[in-house]
């Protein structure tokens, strides 16, 4: 037992995407997105990465986002899982398309609204406060045809329209936003982050940095609306986050580090500030990007985010003489090996210490309250003979970091939540596999989309339910 820092009103809980647990990609008037355009296999990296002109789907390929854990008829009785759990928030997504399929329509699908109500007030009736994200790697796939997507100036007006369906329709039910999810993946997986293609010979630092800009415009005026429709609204913006570490402490070393982190809080600095950090200048000289500005998006980037959340998985490590042999990826950004931790089966390194580092790093940055919305081990499960998944490398991982978190609070940073990421078992974003499972729920799937759906509660189940029952005071 240790004591408890943990606020009263802290809130406990976890996290999924639409994409990764809905299933049902065209149910009821759905539109594809990006990610139904994924395959699992070794087509899925160059698509991701955005290496390819165009996309299609191919009746050769096997489509993980198309069924996923079928969240989307299971909702009540997972929501009731992880009621039983204790859970006092969930982090879900809305997908885009089901309430635009095309993206630029002028009017709303009602059946989509009518199905994330259902899930909010399932929610409710469970005393559960949803975490809604509203993009979540997941752009409407006719955007991204007739548009280039976020390249496009009008996404800002689609996305606006959509997020204001969004604050209306679920006013009362939802009130934590956040608009992108881990928005500077944009910059390292530009089609699954932002469902950015490349012509050949363009000048791709061009294309994703005013992709950017729409984006960063874009969350600046609709965090603006939400709080316009409720003042009781609450919206945060979302870092794939994980500090480097110099891999050495020659000063090479420690500037390269720096400008590695650099590189993913600048859009944390935007939505956190208000403005463009002074260091952007030079990165956007160096790189041939010239962004195009309209008037009045500068005073739209003034309206802030209420509070940072992010993700955090592993820190990274860099140094000046960083190749492609060398490194490594965790959430697809590259870092050097850092040779003093160990590393997930997926080669995610992990490393408690750097969460509070993190948190530290962020909070004395920006000043506003932190949410830890994603965190967790990959892992494969195996049934024992008693039909138990006795997890415990996901319990030590977890403990480990919540000692963390417990002491960044002790350090004086404010934290409002954590919502560890794949609370039940869903596909993997980096690889399309069911076997890197992160859940407290196990579920019957493999990575070939075979399975009973069956949800199993792990071992790890009951020792999060002691952990919100006692605000993190036992962790044994
Ligand atoms: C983040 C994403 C999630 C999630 C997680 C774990 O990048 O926001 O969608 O999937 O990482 O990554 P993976 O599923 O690749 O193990």
Not at 350 to 376: A, C, H, S
Not at 378 to 402: P, T, V
Request: glycine share 8%.
């Amino acid at each position: 037992m240790t004591d408890s820092q943990f606020p009263a009103n802290f809130l406990w809980g976890g996290a999924i995407a639409a994409n990764q647990a809905e299933g049902a990609h065209l149910a009821e008037g759905k539109g594809l997105t990006t990610v139904d355009m994924i395959p699992h296999g070794a087509n899925r990296m160059p698509i991701k990465l955005g290496l390819v002109d165009k996309v299609a789907l191919d009746d050769n390929e096997f489509y993980p986002s198309h069924d996923a854990i079928d969240f989307y008829h299971n909702y009540k009785d997972d929501i009731a899982l992880l009621a039983e759990m204790g859970f006092k928030v969930f982090r879900l997504s809305i997908a885009w398309s089901r309430l635009y399929p095309n993206g630029d329509e002028e009017e709303p699908n009602q059946q989509g609204i009518d199905f994330y109500t259902k899930v909010f007030e399932e929610c409710q009736k469970h005393g559960i406060e949803p975490l809604v994200t509203l993009c979540h790697f997941d752009v409407p796939m006719h955007l991204v045809e007739k548009y280039g997507s976020w390249r496009n100036r009008k996404l800002i007006t689609f996305f606006e329209r959509y997020a204001r369906t969004c604050f209306n329709a679920f006013d009362g039910l939802v009130k934590y936003w956040l608009t992108f999810n881990e928005i500077n993946i944009l910059l390292h997986s530009p089609f699954s982050g932002a469902g950015l293609l490349f012509q050949p010979g363009e000048n791709r630092d061009q294309v994703k940095y005013q992709a950017a800009h729409h984006e960063l415009v874009a969350s600046a005026l609709v965090t603006r609306i939400a709080h316009e429709i409720n003042p009781q609204n609450k919206v945060g913006c979302m870092l794939a986050g994980g500090n480097f570490y110099p891999y050495s402490c020659k000063p090479e070393d420690v500037f390269t580090a720096m400008e590695k982190d650099r590189e993913n809080l600048f859009f944390i600095d935007v939505q956190s500030r208000g403005y463009y950090p002074s260091y952007a200048k030079k990165v956007f000289k160096d790189k041939g990007v010239e962004l195009d500005i309209h008037d009045g998006d500068l005073d739209i980037l003034k309206n802030t985010v209420d509070f940072v959340s992010f993700s955090y998985y592993a820190s990274r490590c860099a140094s000046a003489e960083m190749n492609s042999g060398n490194t490594s990826e965790a959430n697809v950004v590259k870092s050097i090996k850092n040779p003093h931790l160990p590393a997930s089966d997926w080669g995610w390194v992990i490393d408690p210490l750097g969460l509070r580092i993190t948190m530290n790093t962020l909070y004395d940055r920006y000043q506003k309250p932190l949410f830890l919305v994603e965190n967790g081990l990959g892992a494969m499960d195996e049934f024992d003979s008693e039909g138990q998944i006795n997890d415990d490398y996901r319990i030590n991982y977890l403990r480990e970091h919540i000692k963390a978190m417990k002491q960044a609070i002790d350090d004086g940073v404010p934290l409002l939540g954590f919502t560890p990421w794949g609370c039940i078992d869903l596909v993997s974003a980096s690889t399309g596999e069911m076997s890197k499972r992160y859940g407290f729920i196990h579920v019957d799937r493999n990575d070939k989309g075979h399975g009973t759906l069956a949800r199993t509660r792990k071992k790890s189940f009951y020792w999060y339910q002691k952990v919100i029952a006692s605000n993190g005071t036992d962790l044994d």
